[in-house]
């Protein structure tokens, strides 16, 4: 029987090989595009990334700066610890248990401690985990006999902050903490890292980049499984500089002492002429070496963070009624106004009625017939509520704002102090800051009580250091300050005239 051939068939498989070549002429022109690609357009930057998959940078935290005091005494100084790490990718597969027995065994660190610490993970630390801080030189000593069985384990050195004189000037000093992820996003780029620590408050905050010093690092090569094979380089970190301050430790001590003992207060102390501040206390007040501890519990925390004395507040800038004190600023506003020059003599008695209340004298009978200095060194109530309510609201903030007052006073640390409050007829027409307009009128018993420094007057004890200053130096108001630096605190920018007559300022002294 005769089979007839197919010519479809036939042309078809005269077709494939010409398909096939076709196909893997695709498929290589394919590759080498590809590795053209990879290699011409884009070689540097994929060798960039295999190096960065290759290499890493152990980093080394830079020592703080010291703070020292005008004489060069240690105020804040870095100590350094020894802790214990995990390496976990130096620790081979398994061998965790066997480990951490024979840690707990050899350090008297209770296993569960450790196991807790390994749980819970580096982190952003990548390469190690911090398994107990603070370890003694006995438990150094005896890693150290026995670290070259105990792969994966590690002893090192940390540097952590240390104030040697604890709670004093523990608001002016401030204190650090390590920074928060959120800190971290916009602080990376100044070169800061996740382990880093920045400071919170007073000194160490206003002079952190002066302090803080810079990292340093070992860079070293490692496999495919993240262990390391050598080391390539090593960095040293820079350490941060030394600070002088102008506090004056002796009498820092000294105002420290002033104060202990009582329920609240605080104690300015400065240069008059400069503005330099020789002493800054407050109390209650708080050990700052807090915030050097590597594991604090929630209970130390809140019993510093939601005590209800609030020892975190710094007295000295926020603002209570000055009384007595605030009356040389009424006294200014009377003879700068011009109606009660420096020779005026009021008669003074028990008490003054203004409105439906009769303002008591402090001894109950008054002292007679006198002028400004009798009046300022017996401090006569009656005598200046008639001085206050003679000139008025306006001529007394005016007299305020002259000396510094509703205003920060410049110190370096201003972001923690209060603008306090003057109050006068046209705040009191806004509300008085916590009712609507017009239902809080000005009247005679505001202008009494802001006469003597009493209800609608809230100052800082630091602006009346700073006010007092102007009667002391001849008339200049300054600008406290911590630390001189390069600036000069005596140039028109930090130090102004005040617009008072001589005679004003003569009486007010004498």
Excluded at 30 to 55: C, F, K, P, Y
Excluded at 87 to 108: E, F, I, Y
């Amino acid at each position: 029987m005769a089979i007839a051939s197919n010519p479809h068939r036939s042309a078809g498989l005269q077709r494939q090989p010409a398909i096939l070549l076709g196909l893997v002429l695709f498929c290589a022109s394919a590759m080498v595009l590809r590795l053209g690609w990879l290699q011409l357009l884009h070689g540097s930057e994929n060798r960039e990334r295999a190096d960065e998959n290759r290499i890493r940078l152990l980093a080394r935290n830079p020592v703080r700066g010291r703070i020292l005091d005008r004489h060069g005494q240690v105020l804040v100084s870095s100590r350094l610890i020894y802790s214990l790490y995990l390496q976990p990718k130096d620790l081979p597969q398994g061998t965790w248990p066997a480990l951490r027995d024979r840690l707990s065994g050899l350090l008297n660190i209770p296993q569960k401690q450790l196991e807790q610490r390994k749980r819970r993970g580096p982190g952003k630390q990548e390469y190690r985990i911090e398994l107990a801080s603070e370890l003694t030189p006995e438990q150094v000593l005896r890693f150290r006999e026995q670290a070259s069985d105990l792969r994966g384990a590690q002893v090192d050195l940390d540097v952590v902050r240390s104030y040697p004189h604890g709670s004093l000037g523990a608001h002016t000093l401030g204190y650090t903490q390590p920074i928060t992820e959120q800190e971290y996003k916009v602080l990376a780029k100044r070169g800061y890292k996740i382990r880093d620590r920045i400071g919170r408050i007073g000194v160490e905050a206003a002079y952190e980049k002066h302090l803080r010093g810079t990292w340093g690092g070992q860079m070293v090569e490692v496999n495919a499984m993240g262990e390391i094979q050598r080391v390539l380089g090593d960095r040293p970190s820079k350490a941060g500089k030394d600070l002088v301050v102008t506090l004056d430790l002796p009498l820092q001590r000294a105002a420290e002492a002033a104060l202990k003992g009582k329920p609240g207060g605080a104690i300015v102390a400065l240069n008059p002429r400069t503005g330099a501040i020789l002493a800054l206390a407050s109390r209650p007040t708080f050990d700052p070496n807090f915030f050097s501890k590597l594991i604090t519990t929630q209970k130390e925390y809140d019993a510093l963070f939601s005590n209800p004395k609030k020892p975190l507040l710094s007295r000295a800038m926020n603002p209570y009624d000055p009384g007595s004190t605030w009356k040389p600023v009424t006294a200014m506003a009377g003879m700068e106004s011009g109606q009660f020059p420096p020779d005026t003599k009021l008669h003074t008695t028990a008490c003054i009625t203004y409105g439906g209340h009769c303002f008591p004298d402090h001894n109950g009978a008054g002292f007679g017939h006198i002028g400004y200095a009798d009046a300022l060194r017996f401090s006569s109530n009656t005598f200046f509520y008639q001085v206050g309510v003679g000139v008025g609201s306006k001529a007394l903030k005016q007299a305020a704002d002259q000396l510094g007052f509703q205003q920060k006073t410049g110190i370096e640390i201003g972001w923690e102090e209060s603008v306090g409050l003057v109050g006068d007829e046209d705040w009191a027409a806004r509300g008085r800051g916590w009712t609507d307009p017009g239902t809080t009128p000005w009247i005679p018993e505001d202008m009494a009580s802001a006469s003597i420094g009493q209800s609608v007057v809230q100052i800082t004890p630091l602006q009346l250091a700073r006010a007092y200053a102007v009667f002391a130096n001849g008339g200049w108001l300054v600008t406290p300050h911590l630390a001189a630096g390069d600036i000069d605190w005596m140039s028109p920018e930090h130090r102004t005239k005040v617009a008072m007559k001589p005679s004003t300022l003569q009486t007010i002294r004498e």
